[in-house]
């Protein structure tokens, strides 16, 4: 690990990189511009990366595109990745990246289901249909099945296509808590029950942030520059004014409303996506080894990580657990 820098410290480098030139950053997302990108479209729109000294480029991920490769090809300097699942593989496969901050202290990952279809609680969902994509079949599932007692027969693939979902009651649909049950409500007319995973135990970090190796090893004060810039973009899209954000992902996705992006910030707020647990204290971006070996023992004793994968490799929080931004949040 390296050696912790002082807050002092942080902000000298801060100073000095302002009055120099900004170093230029690639920043590669796992999916398309959307609302739980917000912080980072943030810290663009209203300049906080250029005062930390950075010329800090968004590129967007999607469907075809696999930005963490081009990450461990040196071709991006910082990626999202969905959760430490991908990290404990990385570790496992001698690829050089290394997750530095955690953006979201719960996982948004949950399931949904008809109203007035019998699925009151958590353990109803045993008896329903789940449409699940390929990833969750090995991750998410896998840890279902162990911890839960679902079953294989209980599965159908799922397209990203909600219609099937829409026309039959007894499905079941993955998707996240920020977004999918506003699509389902747009489309199907009804507000669907949502069951977060993370109430049930899948309480891993997610909107990990992830760079590599090299970078951290030979730029460490970009490396803190841009974590906590970083930072100080998410406590401000949560609370301050995120116009020009929202403009600006609208931008990156022509796709996007203003009514979807307006729903995932709620439910962000909502369900602590972002600023809960570790965060309260610590600030956005917070990560405890704890939680991280907690994670790493659910996944395998549900088969998703081998348990000999070295998962201390897989984090270094060197520029989190700081408490910077913290005062944002307490005087929202």
């Known amino acids: 690990m390296l050696r912790q820098l002082t807050t002092a410290l942080l902000a000298v480098l801060a100073l000095a ?29 209203d300049g906080t990366y250029k005062k930390y000294g950075l010329d800090v480029e968004i590129v967007p991920g999607g469907p075809q595109i696999n930005n963490r490769i081009l990450l461990s090809a040196g071709k991006l300097d910082f990626y999202i990745s969905a959760n430490f699942l991908q990290a404990f ?13 955690a953006i979201m202290q719960r996982d948004p990952i949950a399931i949904l289901a008809h109203p007035n279809a019998g699925i009151e609680k958590f353990e109803d969902l045993k ?24 079953r294989d027969e209980q599965v159908r693939p799922y397209t990203f296509n909600p219609q099937p979902f829409l026309a039959n009651k007894n499905f079941a649909l993955q998707g996240y808590v920020t977004s999918e049950p ?10 669907p029950k949502a069951f977060l995973l993370a109430d049930q135990g899948f309480d891993g970090y997610a909107t990990t942030l992830e760079t590599r190796l090299d970078l951290l090893r030979n730029k460490p004060d970009v490396v803190a520059r841009f974590i906590e810039a970083s930072i100080v973009g ?37 369900y602590g996506i972002v600023d809960s647990g570790d965060a309260l204290n610590l600030g956005i971006g917070a990560m405890q080894e704890a939680k991280i070996k907690g994670f790493f023992d659910k ?28 005062d944002m949040y307490r005087a929202k």
């Open 89 to 101: 593989a990385a570790v496992e496969q001698n690829v050089p990246t290394v997750v530095v901050a």
């Open 299 to 326: 996944m395998v004793k549900a088969g998703v990580v081998k348990p000999d994968v070295n998962w201390k490799k897989s984090f270094d929080a060197t520029f989190v657990n700081r408490k910077h931004g913290v």
């Open 17 to 45: 990189a302002s009055a120099s030139a900004a170093d230029k950053v690639r920043f590669g997302t796992n999916w398309v511009a959307e609302a739980e990108h917000g912080g980072f479209y943030q810290a663009i729109a």
């Open 182 to 191: 506003f699509v389902i409500e747009q489309a199907g007319g009804f507000t």
């Open 234 to 270: 998410w406590y401000t899209y949560l609370y301050g004014n995120n116009k020009a954000a929202n403009e600006l992902i609208k931008k990156h996705n022509p796709e996007m409303t203003d009514a979807l992006i307006a729903f995932s910030t709620a439910k962000m707020k909502e």
């Open 127 to 150: 008896k329903a249909t789940l449409l699940l994509g390929a990833d969750a079949m090995v991750t998410s599932f896998r840890w279902l099945k162990a911890e839960h007692g679902f």
